[in-house]
């Protein structure tokens, strides 16, 4: 392993570039991305070394880690590279390197810079090699990256300096105590007996260590040893265990955070639920789009709680992923396991895209954000809509194998609505990617390969009740985000196809997408009934309610999508393309 640059060309085989064009990707084609990954996260690597060679730090300098850290890759090559590689670890590289260029900020320099200092002292616990560094210490505490975190009995709040001694497997730490001279804790992180994971130091079942890490009582956060949890699952090839990371400080999408351990209770529903999405995910079939391999998976960061109380919502209301961590993705763990699995193809999507847009200059965007995303109360740039327009062609797929395996109609009415809406707005957000004429040659052929996935799929059938649920559901959003987004007034300086937006748009909530998944079984509100298929109610309904407010986007938009499903035609047709133009009399 070296971070020396090398003037050797990077192709990809036009094969694997037609599969991710496809929105999908075979497992050669999600491993020649991670040896992409691996050159690109290398040379950054290259380039953050040369600006923090001249920074004044306590800790051990940089030159002398990455010393410890090449020594370690020698004797153990593997390990040291997948560390190198582990997604919370190029989230450190990008944001260390947006705080050199001043675009960040966070804790004291030294101490994020120092983080080099925990990743050798890992690669050197890894590969058995012996060492003493300075190391950076919050709350007394060295989070070591893909092993867990340790923590000095009565360490000194804030930021300090400890020092780490590696022998033969063992960490020996001392640093600044709160009551006054200094603390030792030694633990073997590597040594430690497996969990059902097989990672390191595994947490017993009556949690707690004592000052050696070996297991006594509950653990709560200040124990000494805190192992890395992993969500586990059995594969042809041998059991895979995936990082369930809320120890690390580079787990999120951007700044450093500090630990917040899962209860036990709330770590256990995590795993159950990951079995379960496993299982929807294992389903037969090829490796088009909506397919993927869990192992792909490099770490899931739960996120909004520790606890399992209150229960999960039936649904993901917070997931994300970066493209400087490669398989990771933030997830707020929800209730339902096909929930869990549509969104780790989701952010899987994006981690591919982000490896091509790392490749190859796709689009010529000016970062604008104009264009309606159907997926978004927002408006968003070009970059934006080319990553909705891959992730949600993946989840389309998703959708797609899920009707193909349904046994009864329970099962493929939600599927087929899911997968005819996600498949109707895709494509409409490929057809504005494609009609900017700003994509580059590369950008082009991607988006022209969604587009054949798309076309072909919108020729499959669906259950009739379900599409016509998911075509009410699109244009219900279209209209109500014009409705809240759009300015009706003539902008001469603004192109006549280009819509002129509201300076007093807000975020808005988006109930309709979900609640359209199934027919009301005895509709009350104006929704059910349109979601019910009688738009003649659902119209009386819409009407009452905007005697109150006439312009209320939500009802407005509910008012014109039933208004246009009662009296098809060319008047329609104008009154759902521009909404933002009408004035509709509550009377209907």
């Known amino acids: ?65 990455w010393r410890v850290l090449k020594e370690a890759a020698t004797r153990a090559p593997e390990p040291v590279d997948r560390l190198l590689l582990a997604p919370a670890t190029g989230a450190w590289i990008a944001h260390l390197l947006r705080r050199t260029h001043g675009t960040a900020g966070g804790p004291p320099l030294w101490a994020e810079a120092g983080h080099l200092c925990a990743l050798a ?55 600044p105590s709160r009551r006054g001279g200094t603390t030792t804790l030694t633990v073997r992180p590597v040594t430690e007996p497996l969990d059902r994971g097989g990672a390191p130091g595994g947490e017993p079942l009556s949690a707690g260590a004592s000052a050696d890490g070996r297991p006594v009582g509950r653990v709560p956060l200040h124990t000494p040893w805190l192992p890395l949890r992993t969500l586990t699952h059995s594969t042809p090839r041998g ?10 400080p580079y787990r999120d999408l951007d700044d450093p955070l500090p630990p917040a351990r899962l209860e036990r209770a709330e770590a256990q529903a995590w795993q159950a639920l990951f079995e379960e999405a496993v299982a929807v995910l294992a389903e037969p079939g090829g490796s088009g789009p909506g397919r993927l391999d869990p192992a792909a998976v490099r770490a899931v960061v739960p996120w909004g709680r520790t606890s399992a109380q209150p229960p999960a919502p039936p649904a993901v209301l917070v997931s994300a992923s970066s493209g400087d961590s490669f398989g990771a993705m933030v997830i707020a763990r929800p209730s339902s396991p096909l929930a869990l699995a549509e969104t780790l193809v989701h952010e899987f999507q994006h981690s591919k895209l982000a490896a091509l847009l790392h490749l190859f200059p796709l689009l010529d965007d000016d970062r604008e954000e104009r264009y309606y995303a159907p997926w978004r109360a927002d408006p968003r740039h070009l970059t934006g809509l080319l990553h909705g327009a891959y992730a949600f062609t993946g989840v389309a797929g998703f959708w797609r194998d899920r009707l193909a395996s349904a046994r009864d109609e329970r099962a493929a009415q939600p599927a087929g609505y899911h997968f005819a809406l996600r498949r109707l707005q895709s494509r409409l957000v490929v057809r504005t990617l494609l009609a900017e004429g700003r994509l580059t ?15 072909r799929w919108l020729r499959e059938p669906v259950p009739p009740a379900a599409l016509a649920r998911a075509r009410t559901a699109a244009a219900l959003h279209r209209t109500e985000w014009r409705l809240r987004n759009v300015d009706p007034l003539p902008d001469p300086a603004h192109a006549p196809d280009a819509p002129r937006l509201r300076p007093d748009r807000t975020s808005w909530p988006d109930v309709r997408t979900h609640a359209f998944a199934a027919r009301p079984a005895a509709p009350r509100t104006a929704d059910e009934h349109l979601a019910a298929g009688d738009p003649a109610t659902a119209l009386a309904r819409y009407a009452d309610d905007l005697t109150a407010d006439p312009t209320e986007p939500h009802t407005l938009a509910g008012w014109i999508v039933a208004r246009a499903a009662l009296t098809p035609g060319r008047t329609a047709r104008r009154m759902l393309a521009r909404p ?8 209907g």
Do not use: K
Not at 6 to 22: C, G, S
Not at 138 to 162: F, N, S
């Open 580 to 587: 933002e133009l009408l004035q509709p009399l509550p009377s």
């Open 441 to 455: 040659p590369q950008g082009r052929a991607l988006v022209t390969g969604l587009a054949r996935t798309l076309d």
């Open 121 to 175: 002292v890992t690669a050197s616990l890894r590969a058995g090699t012996g060492t003493d560094l300075l190391v950076p210490l919050r709350d007394g505490g060295l989070a070591l990256p893909g092993l867990g975190l340790a923590r000095l009995p009565e360490g000194q709040r804030g930021w300090t300096v400890g020092q780490a001694g590696i022998q033969a497997g063992e960490l020996t730490l001392t640093g």
């Open 239 to 248: 059991p895979v265990a995936i990082p369930l990371d809320d120890l690390g």
């Open 1 to 65: 392993m070296s971070s020396e640059p090398r003037p050797a060309p990077f192709r990809m085989p036009e094969r694997i570039f037609a599969e991710l064009a496809a929105g999908g990707g075979s497992a050669q084609a999600v491993s020649f991305l991670e040896r992409a990954e691996r050159a690109r996260r290398l040379l950054l690597l290259r380039t953050l070394l040369d600006r923090l060679e001249p920074l004044s730090t306590p800790l051990t300098p940089a030159a002398e880690a």
